[in-house]
């Protein structure tokens, strides 16, 4: 027996998306550790300089969405390092579209590490790893 679930706005799949991760900062989190960031002062060095408050919220919001986990790394002070879960690589995909219609829509637009001409980007890296994965799994 299933329960129905309460939205925030509507049950439309786009708004729902939205609400987790539509804000300024998620999926620029995503698309960094997908590019393989995974400590707090990697994140806080990304090019668009998320503040370190808004950081550390957008991590706890993506950890209690099941976007991403954090794993204890040093104790004293106590550390974490992120990791995208299966639902969180998922992401890939969107990012991926953004950065194709990005790169068709709006001129000078590059992926993140590369120039204009470059055909590498994080949402093609990360599904040659899921690629990777499913063969060894």
């Known amino acids: 027996m299933s329960t129905a679930k309460t939205f925030t706005r509507s049950a ?3 708004a729902n998306s939205l609400d987790v991760v539509g804000d300024k900062w998620s ?8 590019h393989g960031k995974r400590t707090y002062g990697e994140l ?5 300089r998320i503040p ?8 706890k919001r993506l950890e ?3 976007i991403i986990v954090s794993t204890p790394y040093q104790q004293h002070p106590k550390r974490y390092a992120y990791t995208l879960t299966p639902k969180g690589s998922a992401l890939g995909d969107v990012l991926l579209a953004f950065v194709r219609w990005a790169k068709q829509h709006i001129p000078g637009t590059v992926t993140l590490n590369q120039g204009p001409a470059s ?19």
């Open 27 to 34: 999926l620029l989190v995503v698309r960094d550790l997908l």
């Open 12 to 14: 439309c799949a786009i």
């Open 64 to 66: 209690g969405a099941g």
């Open 119 to 137: 055909g590498a980007s994080a949402a093609s890296t990360a599904n040659s790893r899921r690629r990777r994965a499913k063969r060894a799994g």
């Open 44 to 48: 806080v060095n990304s090019p668009e």
């Open 52 to 59: 370190t408050n808004i950081l550390a919220e957008r991590l």
